[in-house]
């Protein structure tokens, strides 16, 4: 079982729509980073979170520590947000290198 | 923020020839990562590159087939050696600036 655990693993929706994407995780953490891959290959850090939430333009990123569960939401999605959706965590206080989800393809459909 | 980049950004090689990635930060950085990402898959840790000392290997990866420089705090090369078609993969490299991460585009890489 992989440490860490993302779904669903390809979401299609509508434009407008409420967009949700989990990631669970089995092993003690110091942060939980959320990243987006564009299909060129390009990946960009979205969060990095600790506790509670963190909000960024449409973009929400929730923490539960207690149940080791993430989620990103994406309020009125639009095409541009079309992409993979990566959560990757930081195992150790301080360790920068990450553990990585499988990640979400993400299409958004006008 | 920093701003990594990769040369080559992609390239198509031969069975059993090498090919040396090189990775450029833009600020200096205590430790710079290489990943790969084969197709489909997520990314896995190939090792830490450490500047001044030998870079630190994860699991299933070694030195002799993963050679990696770190001559200044700006600079890495990945060498990915004796290349099988099993190679082909994107390989990235990422660094860590006030606690953000940060990756190059990549370099895909495609083994005949």
């Known amino acids: 079982k992989n440490e860490v655990e993302q779904s669903p693993q390809n979401l299609t929706a509508q434009e407008g729509e409420f967009i949700t994407i989990n990631c669970s995780y089995s092993?003690?953490?110091?942060?939980l980073h959320w990243l987006q891959q564009h299909p060129g290959g390009g990946i960009v850090s979205l969060f990095m979170l600790s506790s509670g939430k963190k909000k960024h333009g449409r973009l929400i990123a929730t923490i539960n520590i207690q149940e080791k569960h993430s989620s990103l939401h994406i309020t009125a999605s639009h095409p541009r947000d079309s992409a993979v959706y990566i959560c990757?965590?930081?195992?150790?206080?301080?360790?920068?290198?990450?553990?990585f989800g499988q990640g979400t393809r993400l299409t958004i459909n006008p | 923020s920093a701003v990594i980049s990769q040369k080559p950004s992609r390239d198509i090689c031969q069975r059993g020839t090498s090919l040396t990635i090189q990775c450029q930060v833009d600020?200096?950085?205590?430790?710079m990562f290489w990943y790969r990402q084969q197709p489909g898959q997520s990314l896995t840790l190939i090792a830490t590159?450490?500047?001044?000392?030998?870079?630190?290997?994860e699991s299933g990866f070694v030195i002799d087939k993963f050679p990696i420089s770190r001559p200044n705090l700006t600079f890495s090369t990945l060498t990915v050696s004796n290349m099988s078609p099993e190679d082909s993969s994107i390989y990235l490299c990422s660094s860590v600036f006030y606690n953000e991460q940060f990756f190059g585009p990549g370099t895909r890489l495609t083994v005949l």
């Open positions: 990757a965590v930081s195992r150790y206080q301080g360790a920068q290198k990450l553990v």
């Open positions: 590159a450490n500047q001044g000392s030998e870079a630190t290997y």
């Open positions: 092993v003690g953490i110091s942060a």
């Open positions: 600020s200096q950085v205590t430790m």
